[in-house]
Structures are given as structure tokens and as C-alpha cells.
């Protein structure tokens, strides 16, 4: 073999090594991108596809929250104005964050509960605490009603629609702004006379 001439396994070797920094490039690039669309304002970490929209709720049956009662899949299929379903936790900043925006949300609209991952003496606490916007509670201490939602985390909400259509949905903590903007004229459109 000349010196001109590299021996295979030496250009395996090269090849081996250059592997990670391509791919290590390829995942700056992407977060380069991505950190240039939240400067931008193009990219929001909480506008997550929301494949359910304008599709039934999925099935599911909830047991009580002291002190309320649970709801399931059929109670919200029987609905004939829409209701707001929330998924929260005690745990939650968010949610405890979002809580005042709910109260005051709590004479324009119907809102049903779901406690996510708690402990239900927890999840009472939190709501005497900090106040209980819900007219009907379930509890889903095992987060098995979550994934048949299909939620990333809590606070999430859901506007169902008459027929228990989900009609709007959010993975983020509800502001004065996204009711005033969005959820209550969408909530206007959907009542019924």
C-alpha cells in the first residue's frame, strides 16, 4: 500500500467521528431556528395541533370531587349550551395563577372541573383556597381521562359545544385577554336560543 493511500478502517474512523458533529449541527440549527421565531414572535411553546377540536369528547367517566359531583362522557354529549372544561391540580402554578380569570368567568359561563393527577383532599383545599369557579368537579387522580384528552399538562382548557363537540381548546393558562379576544365570542356563536 503507498502513503497516498488511506487504509479503510482510517476512513471509517473519520466517518465515525464526523457523525455526532453533523449531528450535533443539525440540533443547533433547529433550536437556532426555534429561539428565532420566539424573538420574532412566530413560534409559541403553548399553540400545540390540537387534532380534537370539532370531534366529540372522547369516553370517559369521572368519579366525584368532594364536595361534587363527577361527570362522563354522556353528561357532556346531553349538553344543549356550551360548557368550559378545565384541567387542573393544587400542585399547579399555573393554575393557581389562572384562578382569578376563572372566577370571574364563573356568571358568563358553565365550568366543569377536572382535577388531574391530585389527591382529592388536595385538590379541595386548593379550590377553598383559592376559589371554585366549577359546577361540576371529577376527579382524575391516575391522569388516565387526561390522555384520552389528549392534554400536555395542566392548566388545560376546553370549550364543548352543544352535543359535546370540543369547539376550542388551549394548553395554556386562561388570561382576560383570551376571553375577551376569543373564547367568549366563540361562546356567544355556539349558544343556542
Not at 16 to 40: D, N, Q, R, T
Not at 157 to 177: E, K, M, N, Q
Request: glycine share 8%; hydrophobic share 40%; with cysteine.
Amino acid at each position: 500500500m503507498s502513503n497516498s493511500e488511506t487504509p479503510p478502517n482510517a476512513s471509517r474512523r473519520r466517518l465515525l467521528m464526523a457523525l455526532p458533529l453533523a449531528g450535533a449541527g443539525v440540533v443547533g440549527v433547529a433550536f437556532w431556528k426555534m429561539l428565532s421565531g420566539m424573538e420574532h414572535g412566530s413560534f409559541n411553546p403553548h399553540d400545540i395541533n390540537a387534532p380534537v377540536l370539532n370531534r366529540p369528547v372522547p369516553d370517559f367517566t369521572l368519579p366525584d370531587q368532594p364536595p361534587m359531583q363527577g361527570f362522563n362522557t354522556q353528561d357532556l354529549r346531553n349538553l344543549t349550551q356550551p360548557v368550559l372544561v378545565n384541567f387542573f391540580a393544587s400542585w399547579c402554578i399555573p393554575c393557581l395563577a389562572e384562578m382569578p380569570t376563572l372566577m370571574t368567568l364563573k356568571d358568563k359561563l358553565t365550568m366543569w372541573g377536572i382535577a388531574y393527577k391530585d389527591r382529592p383532599e388536595n385538590a379541595e383545599n386548593f379550590l377553598k383556597h383559592s376559589g371554585n369557579p366549577f359546577s361540576r368537579l371529577g376527579s382524575d387522580h391516575e391522569g388516565r381521562v387526561g390522555i384520552e384528552w389528549g392534554i400536555s399538562g395542566v392548566p388545560e382548557t376546553f370549550l364543548i359545544g352543544p352535543g359535546g363537540v370540543i369547539r376550542w381548546h388551549t394548553a395554556a393558562p386562561l388570561t382576560d385577554d383570551i376571553l375577551s379576544q376569543t373564547l367568549l365570542p366563540l361562546v356567544e356563536k355556539l349558544k343556542t336560543p
